[in-house]
């Protein structure tokens, strides 16, 4: 199987410190896409980011910022001043051409006060 | 206006009963998905259809069977409900691009927790 691997289960910082929440992926696709969702304590799964593979462009979204690395098959998530209302668990994802994503294990960020 | 919603949010229902979830999307999408998170917040795709079509069975138990009346509606009926179905089950539909690019990315409904005992 062509795993999405999140190695950190849980991540805990204090507001305004920057968090980088990691994300390696396997695939032997030519085409795939890439995709953050994040999941806040209400439950909703909510789309933060999907790249393509063939555009290796880095994205800046206000505090948020994704490098995406086809060298080393990652797709890194930075949150710069972290605040409390960030406090949720991160999914990464990888897409297929025909829509199926695969999950990684999601990262818990707790950001307190 | 919710862009894809599910009925019901919770369901508790004992074992060996049969249930049904509802989803329905608003956003004109083609391709619509079943996922399931498991206690430890794993979600895995269970099925999608394309224009009611199915594309994806990811070796689901054959007592979960998707239904698809038309490319907007993908109801979900489980027949002798387990333990183990216990989950929070997702909805989500996402659009087709054209020229091999894919699809756009999937917009979630807000989940249905199923709790049998």
């Known amino acids: 199987a062509q795993k999405v691997t999140q190695a950190q289960t849980e991540i805990s910082v204090v507001e305004k410190e920057d968090v980088t929440l990691d994300c390696v992926y396997e695939?032997?696709?030519?085409?795939?896409?890439l995709f953050w969702y994040k999941q806040p304590p209400s439950g909703e799964l909510v789309f933060l980011i999907r790249?393509?593979?063939?555009?290796?462009q880095n994205e800046i979204s206000g505090r948020y910022s994704w490098n995406f690395q086809k060298s080393t098959s990652s797709f890194n998530f930075t949150i710069t001043a972290s605040q409390v209302v960030d406090s949720a668990v991160y999914f990464c994802a990888r897409g297929t051409s025909y829509g199926k994503l695969t999950f990684g294990q999601g990262t818990i960020l707790t950001v307190h006060p | 206006d919710t862009a894809v919603s599910q009925t019901p949010k919770y369901l508790v229902t004992q074992m060996g009963n049969d249930k049904s979830i509802k989803c329905e999307q608003n956003l004109g999408h083609d391709t619509m998905y079943w996922y399931k998170q498991d206690s430890k917040k794993f979600l895995k795709i269970m099925f999608s259809?394309?224009?009611?079509?199915?594309?994806i069975n990811e070796t689901v138990p054959n007592r979960f069977s998707p239904k698809s009346p038309d490319k907007a509606h993908l109801n979900l009926h489980i027949n002798s409900l387990e333990l183990g179905d216990s989950a929070v089950y997702f909805c989500?539909?996402?659009?087709?691009?054209?020229?091999?690019?894919?699809?756009?990315?999937?917009?979630f409904g807000q989940g249905t927790r199923l709790t049998v005992v």
């Open positions: 790249r393509n593979s063939f555009d290796e």
């Open positions: 989500a539909s996402s659009q087709d691009l054209i020229q091999g690019r894919g699809n756009t990315e999937a917009f």
């Open positions: 259809y394309n224009n009611k079509e199915l594309i």
């Open positions: 695939t032997r696709d030519t085409t795939y896409y």
